[in-house]
């Protein structure tokens, strides 16, 4: 690396690391600590650790909590690394195991977000791995599963983490831009950690209580929101790297980490920014272009949505070879209509009891197979007409 040149730190240190920390670094992690200590479990709480890595949040929840609170949590821990669920398994079994805590492991692919409703969401340090262009879908997803009254929770870092780990990230801004236009009331702080006591942010987004059940638990449309937020960060980026690339350029010091922190960031972004534009410009159907090298060489091709399938836009470009697939609802969800009746039966009950309702409970169960009917029954009793012996007689649906 050539030190002189502060856009070398850039190329060196944009790689993305998946998990490496091991869950027993989380029980001495202020951040992470701060994080366990926001879990009330004075009652039953579902806790979703999404990116959950090796498990570090178990170990500091497992520093912070009381064996008698630890009985009310049930955690599921979501992961696209098995390696890493893997680790966290092991890590689960032999510390909180033995305290009554109920935890479930997903691979990100099995994991369903519309069959049941979580009062916790915790993503801490995986926003910066999600692929920019699918970055509010997958909040947004996330979003719709939480409880009214529950609270999403993102801890990263907008600065690059030289020695700690190798990657650079966004800012905080940006994660609250994208959680206010869901309706979120979002707060943010920011704790040292580390042992090069690097900022990291802690964004909140809270749910009301007293949220509209329509809005509380519909899908999004989220086109519009997300390009107005890709490119108002585009924009507060480019101007960032001008004003830093003009001091170099009069011979001032510019600080490199924050020069490879702007780098990167307009790199994810402008990849997101252009993806969206041009899948959009395919919807529109106007002429499409390469996502990936610009050219117009492209044969694109679009399957229109039918009762049989959800519908496909693949753009295939004959100059590189690059071949981009998207399905064609991202903002909007078919069955929609169905979760948001589940998630409204799950979080404010009926007056009565119907055939449609059992059937949105056995849909809860069903994507969680066997396993489930233990870690979901008390959630699924506290519904206004659940009862035991109609929870019970799911078994027989169940693999
Ligand atoms: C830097 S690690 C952090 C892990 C853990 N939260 C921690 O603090 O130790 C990021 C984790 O997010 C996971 N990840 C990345 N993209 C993901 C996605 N789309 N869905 C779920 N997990 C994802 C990675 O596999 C990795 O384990």
Redesign the pocket.
């Known amino acids: 690396m050539n030190v002189d040149d502060p856009f070398d730190v850039y190329f060196t240190r944009a790689t993305r690391?998946?998990?490496?920390?091991p869950?027993e670094?989380?029980s001495s992690?202020k951040a992470?600590l701060a994080l366990a200590q926001k879990i009330d479990l004075s009652r039953k709480k579902i806790v979703v650790?999404?990116?959950?890595?090796?498990?570090?949040?178990l170990a500091a929840i497992n520093k912070i909590h009381g064996k008698g609170e630890l009985s009310n949590l049930h955690y599921i821990g979501?992961?696209?690394?098995e390696d890493?669920i893997e680790a966290a398994k092991t890590f689960f079994e032999s510390t909180l195991a033995k305290t009554g805590v109920k935890a479930m492991f997903r691979y990100?692919d099995n994991?369903d977000t519309t069959a049941f409703l979580a009062d916790q969401i915790?993503?801490?340090?995986?926003v910066?791995?999600?692929?920019p262009i699918?970055l509010d879908a997958?909040l947004s997803r996330l979003w719709r599963m939480l409880r009214r009254g529950g609270t999403l929770y993102i801890?990263d870092t907008g600065a690059p983490i030289y020695k700690e780990?190798e990657?650079l990230s966004f800012e905080p801004q940006r994660i609250e831009e994208l959680l206010q236009s869901f309706g979120a009331n979002v707060s943010s702080e920011t704790i040292k950690t580390g042992v090069n006591h690097v900022p990291v942010y802690i964004v909140a987004g809270h749910k009301p209580a007293d949220l509209d059940l329509e809005i509380a638990y519909s899908w999004h449309d989220l086109k519009e929101t997300y390009r107005q937020v890709l490119h108002r960060s585009l924009l507060r980026d480019c101007f960032e790297l001008y004003r830093m690339r003009t001091a170099i350029d009069n011979n001032k010091t510019v600080d490199s980490e924050k020069l490879a922190a702007a780098c990167h960031r307009i790199a994810v972004f402008a990849r997101g920014f252009h993806q969206t534009y041009a899948l959009d410009r395919v919807d529109m159907n106007e002429a499409p272009y390469c996502v990936a090298c610009g050219s117009g060489n492209v044969i694109s091709k679009t399957i229109e949505p039918n009762v049989k399938d959800s519908g496909e836009i693949k753009i295939k470009c004959s100059d590189c070879d690059y071949e981009h697939r998207k399905e064609i609802e991202v903002g909007l969800e078919r069955e929609d209509w169905e979760v948001r009746d589940r998630f409204s039966l799950l979080d404010a009950g009926k007056d009565r009891f119907t055939d449609w309702d059992e059937h949105q409970l056995t849909r809860c169960l069903l994507s969680f197979g066997h396993e489930s009917l233990s870690f979901f029954e008390p959630f699924l009793l506290s519904v206004p007409g659940a009862n035991r012996s109609i929870i019970k007689s799911y078994k027989r649906f169940i693999r």
């Not at 915790?122 to 995986?126: D, V």
């Open positions: 690391a998946y998990c490496s920390f869950a670094t989380g992690d992470l650790d999404y990116g959950c890595g090796q498990g570090r949040l979501v992961d696209v690394y890493a990100e994991f915790f993503l801490i340090f995986t910066h791995e999600f692929d699918n997958t801890q780990v990657f």
